[in-house]
C-alpha cells in the first residue's frame, strides 16, 4: 500500500444491525472473500447467539443468512474459524466452546468443548487447524487436538497466569501459544520437544517493558516476526520475535520479544488491535475510535517507528471491542 | 456470601434535603447499603461532590467511600451506581430490552467510571480495577445472585 498523501480516511460502508446486546468479536471466514466466493463474517454477542453474515452479491451489502442461538446459555465472548472454514468455533460466558460446522447455510452444533470452570474468553485456532486454545477467567489456558470425526481432546491445562486470561492467540507459522491476562501480563507457551508437554517459555511483563494493566489483546502481523498488544494501560505496543530461534526444533529456546513502540491514546482502554497483510495496525478503544498505525518511514539508528495514519472518531456509538481485517 | 456484617455499627448521617434536579448528579440517592436499612448517601458512602460529570467528554466519574476500609461489599456498591447510573439517564438511553437488569452500555453514550475514593478502601486498586472492568462487570451481572442483590439495593432509589 502505498500512502501518497496523509489524507487516509476510513469510511464506513455499512452497519449490520440485528443482534439485541454488545457485539463481542468478529470473525472472518478465511476460504471465502476471493475467487468469486462472497465473503462471510461471524460475529457474537451478549445475546447469547453468533450471527453469519455475507456478502451477497460478491461486491455487495452484506446480510444475516443465520443465527446460531439456542446453543450458549450466556454472553457468547469470541468467535474463531477453523483455518479451512468449515468449523466455526465459539467461546462463551457459560463455560464452554461450542464447535459448529456447516453445510449449505445451516450450521449445527457438533461438539460442546467443557471443562474451565467459568467464563470462557477467546478462542483460537492454530495454522494447521489440528490445535484449539481455550482460556478463561479460571486463569488457566486450555489446549485441544483435534481429532477425527469432529472430537476435540484436552491435551493440556496450562496454569501460570495469576488472573482472568482475556486472549489466546496461536503464532501464524509456529505451533506457539501466545495468552493475555488481567494479570498484565502476556505469557508464551510451547512443547517440549521430548514429553510433549507444554510450559511457558516466557513472560511479559513490567519488568520487561511490558503492559502496566490488563492486556486485552495480541495479534501477529503475517509473517509472525511482529505482535501488537492492547491494554488498559491506554498503550499498544508492538514487539519483535526471532523466528529463527522459535523454529529451532528439539530443545526450545525463549522466544525474544521486545517492545519497540508505544503508543498512548487519549481516554479509552484499548480493547483489541490486528495486523493486516501489509503490516498496517488497527484498533479498536473504549473512546469508540478505531486508529490505524504504520511503520513510519523514516527509520531510526535502533529500530523501526510507528506513526498514527488517521483516527475515526465515533466510529462507533460505544466501545469498539473487536477490530478484523478482511485479508482477501 | 459473609454470615456475619461487615460493619455492624454505622455512622449514621442525616438526609439531605431533596431539591428538583435531573441529571447523573441524584442518582446517589436512596441506593441502599446491601447491609443495612440506611441509604448510601445516609451513610455519607456517595455524595453528590463526588460526582463529576464531563459534559463535553460525555463522562462521568464516581467516586465512592465504604463504610470500613476492608469493605468487601465494595464491589457489590460499585456494580449498584453502575446500574442505577444507566437506568436513571434520559429515557432516550433507556435499552430497549425487556431484561434491564443487565449493564447494558448499548443504547448509552456516556462512560461511567467508577472508583473506590483514595485511602478508604485496603485494597483499592484491586476494587477499581474490577469495577472498570467492563467484561468482569457485563459477566457479573448475568449471575443472578448477584442481579437479585443489586436490585434489592436499588429497589428504594425507584420509590
Known amino acids: 500500500m502505498n500512502f501518497v498523501d496523509d489524507s487516509v480516511e476510513l469510511r464506513e460502508v455499512q452497519k449490520l444491525e440485528g443482534h439485541t446486546d454488545r457485539v463481542w468479536g468478529l470473525a472472518w471466514n478465511p476460504a471465502t472473500g476471493s475467487a468469486g466466493i462472497p465473503a462471510v463474517l461471524a460475529s457474537c454477542s451478549g445475546d447469547k447467539t453468533v450471527r453469519i453474515w455475507r456478502q451477497n452479491p460478491s461486491n455487495g451489502p452484506f446480510q444475516c443468512t443465520a443465527v446460531l442461538e439456542e446453543t450458549h446459555t450466556r454472553t457468547v465472548r469470541s468467535c474463531a474459524w477453523s483455518p479451512s ?75 501460570g497466569h495469576t488472573q482472568d486470561v482475556k486472549m489466546v492467540q496461536w503464532h501464524p507459522t509456529v505451533d506457539v501459544l501466545f495468552s493475555c491476562s488481567y494479570d498484565n501480563t502476556v505469557k508464551v507457551w510451547a512443547e517440549d520437544g521430548d514429553s510433549d508437554d507444554w510450559h511457558c517459555v516466557q513472560t511479559l511483563g513490567e519488568s520487561n517493558n511490558g503492559h502496566s494493566s490488563t492486556v486485552w489483546a495480541l495479534s501477529f502481523n503475517a509473517t509472525g516476526d511482529k505482535m501488537v498488544t492492547s491494554s488498559d494501560d491506554l498503550t499498544i505496543k508492538i514487539w519483535g520475535a526471532d523466528i529463527i530461534r522459535m523454529q529451532s526444533g528439539g530443545i526450545f529456546a525463549p522466544l525474544p520479544a521486545i517492545m ?69 | 456470601m459473609v454470615s456475619g456484617l461487615i460493619n455492624a455499627n454505622p455512622v449514621v448521617y442525616e438526609k439531605k434535603e431533596r431539591r428538583n434536579r435531573t441529571g447523573p448528579s441524584d442518582v446517589d440517592e436512596d441506593i441502599k447499603d446491601p447491609e443495612h436499612p440506611y441509604s448510601l448517601e445516609e451513610l455519607k458512602v456517595i455524595t453528590e461532590d463526588a460526582i463529576e460529570v464531563d459534559d463535553q467528554r460525555s463522562h462521568v466519574r464516581v467516586t465512592f467511600t465504604p463504610t470500613v476500609e476492608h469493605c468487601s461489599m465494595a464491589t457489590v456498591i460499585g456494580l449498584c451506581l453502575r446500574v442505577k447510573l444507566m437506568r436513571s439517564l434520559p429515557s432516550r438511553y433507556k435499552s430497549s430490552l425487556s431484561e434491564l437488569v443487565k449493564v447494558n452500555f448499548f443504547y448509552l453514550d456516556i462512560k461511567v467510571d467508577i472508583r473506590v475514593a483514595p485511602g478508604t478502601h485496603a485494597t483499592e486498586a484491586a476494587v477499581n480495577k474490577q469495577l472498570n472492568d467492563k467484561e468482569r462487570v457485563a459477566a457479573a451481572l448475568e449471575n443472578p445472585n448477584l442481579v437479585d442483590m443489586v436490585d434489592e439495593c436499588l429497589a428504594p432509589s425507584y420509590a
Open chain 1, 85 to 159: 472454514g468449515k468449523l466455526l468455533a465459539t467461546a462463551s460466558f457459560d463455560a464452554t466452546t461450542a464447535i459448529w460446522e456447516h453445510s449449505g447455510g445451516d450450521f449445527e452444533c457438533v461438539s460442546t468443548l467443557e471443562g474451565h470452570e467459568n467464563e470462557v474468553k477467546s478462542v483460537s485456532w492454530n495454522a494447521s487447524g489440528s490445535l484449539l486454545a481455550t482460556c478463561g477467567r479460571d486463569k488457566s489456558v486450555w489446549i485441544w487436538e483435534v481429532l477425527p470425526g469432529n472430537e476435540f481432546e484436552c491435551v493440556s491445562v496450562l496454569q
Open chain 1, 260 to 328: 519497540i513502540e508505544q503508543f498512548f491514546q487519549s481516554i479509552g482502554q484499548v480493547l483489541t488491535s490486528k495486523y493486516d497483510r501489509e503490516g498496517v495496525i488497527a484498533s479498536g478503544a473504549a473512546d469508540d475510535a478505531v486508529r490505524l498505525f504504520v511503520e513510519s518511514e523514516e527509520s531510526k539508528i535502533d529500530g523501526p517507528t510507528y506513526k498514527l495514519l488517521t483516527r475515526k472518531e465515533k466510529a462507533h456509538d460505544m466501545d469498539v471491542n473487536s477490530v478484523q481485517w478482511n485479508s482477501a
